[in-house]
Each structure stands twice: as structure tokens, then as C-alpha cells.
């Protein structure tokens, strides 16, 4: 972010605001906990705020402080279109095109507010009058930290800011595993849990409160895994007639690609999931080292997000959209086997 924009910023932000937070469509942890994260230190500047997410989020985030003031733009329409038209300022966070908040693109276009984006995905567009995007962040939580310490006001982090932004860092990390976890990364953690953060605790909260029926959809899921070692790639299906036969609930899915790439040798992971309500496939593909899954998915599923985690949709039946990544391997050959 320019010097000059952080100027603009802290003068911006100096009186009182009506202020709009809107995270990506299927908010995950790292869209509710930087959303929570701006919230709370938002509040404390003496501003009116409201998170509103495009659809409800995991049962797994439900515990995060202030998380029950979340409008769902889904169930509380006309409420959320009106803060929208009547927001001074909208902060798009953890996402890199309106579209990826789903219903809410047309209302956010239409705004007149000040657009603030803070996001790390890559090929960020051009909607928002102050851009913060950088896509060697761990997450967008991080950057949020960053926002703050930029405004110069790192003593308002308190132990709710900080176990919501450590929530972020933590699930867009993989637990502080993935390569995109910098030595920064952990810096900035260290801090959050001085400041406050339960690290212990948010771990227990986000990872340890599965229901038996998740843990019967993995195995479900697992005993469905496809490998292709030729191409160092494997696969992973849920049918909508498996999600119903295992209650399947919000956010229970996710993680379930990472088994795939968890195999020894494999850089490819894909799992498809059937939604027989929005008549699409939901696809998440993972990888490792240089090959670029963002580039993957906006070549042939309509998605994109990071170089090793991306996510798609296909129109295809599930039988078909298996079989487009099928035959779509071959051409990727080279770079999967020169990882
Ligand atoms: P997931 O597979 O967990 O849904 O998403 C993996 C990463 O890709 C996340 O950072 C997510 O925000 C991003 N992502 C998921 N779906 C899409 C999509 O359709 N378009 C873009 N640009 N990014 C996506
Ligand atoms: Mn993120």
C-alpha cells in the first residue's frame, strides 16, 4: 500500500464512518476471522459496523467473538442491501472480484461507498479506490494485522482482534504448514498470542469438534480417492446421495483435499463435490511447489485463487467433470513430474 493511501486512510478513518465488512461467498476461516478481526478493531475507532457475508459459514467458526452480529445477505436481504447503499465505506475482504461475493455483486457494484479491498489472491481487479493486495501474505488476517500496525494503532489489538485474525492465519496456513507461512507469519502469531489469542483453545474450537458424521463422510470420501501416480495427481468425489447419506452439514468438507495430497510423491490434489441445489460441482485443487493450481482452474473450471490452493465450479454432471480433469492431465504431465 502506497504512503500516501495510508495517509488518505488515517484521515478517513479519523471520525465516525458507516462502515460495511463484505468476505467471500462460503466465507472460510480466513474471510470470517479477518472480517472479525477489522470488526472489533473498527469498534473500538468509534465506527458503525456490520460484517455482511454473502451465505453462512461453518459451524467450526461459530464460537469467534462477535460472530453472532454476522448478517447473511442470503436470509437477511433487504437489512444488508440497505447498509450497503448507505455505507460510507465497504471493505471487500479475502477476495479479488466482486463476483466472488456471489448475490451481493450487483449491490456492491452499485454502492457508492469508498471500496477498501484487502486480499491476497492473485490478479486482484480494479474496483476498489484503496487497494491492499499482496499475494505472498499467509492470508488475508495477516494483512489485516498489517493494516492496523500501518495505522499505527497495534495497541488496539486485544485478545478478541487477535484470536480472530490468529483463526485466519491458522486455517489459510494449514496449522502454519503451508509454504505461503513466512518466518513473518509466525512473528505475527507470536504476537497474537502475547496479545491474547488462546492459541490452544481456537485449535480445539476450529479442529477438534467434529460430529461422528463428518468423520463417517471422510471415510466415505477417502475410500472414493483416485490415484494416477503416472501424472502425480489423485482425486477425491462426493455425490450429493453420499453428503445426504452422512447429514452433510456446512464446512464439513472442508480439508478433505488435502488427504489426497497428503500421498507420497503426489503435487496434484482435486476434490469434487456434487451441489444438486446451485446444479454445480464444487471443486478445491491443491498442490505443491511450483505447479499452479490458480492457473489450472482458470483454464478449465471457471475458478482461481492461490498457486497451491484453488478453487472452481463445473456445470458438468459429476461423472463428466471427473472426466474432463481426467483427460486434462496429460497435458500438465511435464510440469506434475517436474516438481
Ligand atoms: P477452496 O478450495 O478452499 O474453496 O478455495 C481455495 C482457495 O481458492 C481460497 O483461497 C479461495 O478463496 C479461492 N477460491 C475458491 N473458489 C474460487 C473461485 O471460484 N474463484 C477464485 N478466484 N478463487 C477461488
Ligand atoms: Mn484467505
Redesign the pocket.
Known sequence: MKKQDITDLKLLLSTEKKIVIVP?K?P?G??IGSSLGLYHFLIKNKHQVNIIVPNDYPHFLKWMPGENSILKYDAQTEISQSLISDADIIFTL????LS?SGQMETALSESKAIKIMIDH???PDDYAKYTYSDVSMSSTCEMVYNFIIMLNQESYIDANIASCIYTGIMT?TGSFRFSCTTSQTHRVVADLIDKGAQNAQIHNNVYDTNSFERLQLLGCALSNLKVFPEHRAAFITLSQEELNKFNYKKGDT?GI?NYGLSLNNIVLAA?FIEDKQEGII?????SKGHFSV?EM??AH??????IN?????SELTLKDTVEKFISILPSYNKALNNE
Open positions: 467471500h462460503n472460510d480466513d474471510a479475502d477476495f479479488n472480484a466472488r489472491h492473485q490478479a489459510d472442508e483435499v476434490i464444487k471443486i478445491s485443487l491443491r490458480n482452474s482458470r473450471f471457471n475458478g482461481g485463487g492461490h490452493a484453488a478453487g472452481g465450479r
